[in-house]
């Protein structure tokens, strides 16, 4: 069983601060990230990918993977109050089924003006 | 810009009445899903598709079916909608790996929240 965790929050951070969202996966295989944003009543929208280990970085958001440490984790930089969302962690794995998405339960972030 | 359309957005309907969930999607992609989703909660695959007269279920067990006649299009039926039925219904979709060299995840559409009374 592919299993996905997230903290659920939830998570509140100050207008301006560093939003760490955190992720962990149990399919060592695994091979794409995805973060997503989740509005209240809202569909989810794809936010950032990563695929090797390291930093990726697109505009306040910065992704970051180890996969030896099967952890990936999302940053948020001077975090807005429209960043107030659920933020969705999916990892495609290997083997039977790799096409699919195993998504986290996901952290609700809360950024206070 | 959504590439992916599912209609209606909002439906309110009464118990034992057989309702289709529509979803299509403009970008070719070969890969279609659809998920179930209470408010605040997780997302649960209920049936998937990796192509054209390729359907299957998914990990949440549904009384709904699927059908997919044409690649871009990955109806949902309830047959006898209840109440235990009430929820928001998400279609997505997704590109062969293979065509685009790269893997960008699911494209969702915008969701069906479905009523049973």
């Known amino acids: 069983q592919k299993e996905v965790e997230q903290n659920s929050g939830p998570l509140s951070v100050p207008e301006g601060a560093i939003a760490s969202l955190n992720c962990t996966y149990s399919d060592r295989g695994s091979q794409s990230f995805f973060w997503y944003r989740q509005y209240s009543g809202k569909s989810p929208e794809l936010i950032m990918f990563?695929?090797?280990?390291g930093d990726k970085e697109d505009g306040r958001f910065t992704a970051q993977l180890n996969k030896a440490s099967q952890y990936v984790s999302l940053l948020i930089r001077d975090s807005q109050p429209s960043d107030s969302a659920t933020y969705l962690c999916?990892?495609?794995?290997?083997?039977?089924?790799?096409?699919?998405?195993?998504f986290g339960k996901g952290t609700k972030l809360s950024v206070i003006p | 810009e959504a590439d992916i359309y599912q209609t209606p957005r909002y439906l309110v309907i009464g118990t034992g009445k057989k309702i289709t969930l529509e979803c299509s999607q403009t970008?070719?992609?070969?890969?279609m899903y659809w998920y179930q989703q209470d408010p605040g909660m997780e997302l649960h695959l209920i049936h998937y598709?990796?192509?054209?007269?390729?359907?299957e279920k998914g990990d949440l067990s549904s009384e709904s079916t699927v059908s997919r006649i044409r690649t871009e299009h990955f109806p949902l039926t309830l047959e006898s909608a209840r109440p235990s039925h009430t929820s928001q219904y998400l279609c997505?979709?997704?590109?062969?790996?293979?065509?685009?060299?790269?893997?960008?995840?699911?494209?969702f559409g915008s969701g069906t929240r479905l009523t049973v009374v």
């Open positions: 598709s990796y192509g054209v007269n390729s359907t």
């Open positions: 997505a979709s997704s590109e062969d790996l293979v065509r685009t060299g790269g893997d960008y995840g699911y494209t």
């Open positions: 990563i695929y090797s280990n």
């Open positions: 970008m070719g992609h070969d890969k």
């Open positions: 999916a990892v495609k794995g290997s083997g039977a089924g790799s096409y699919q998405l195993t």
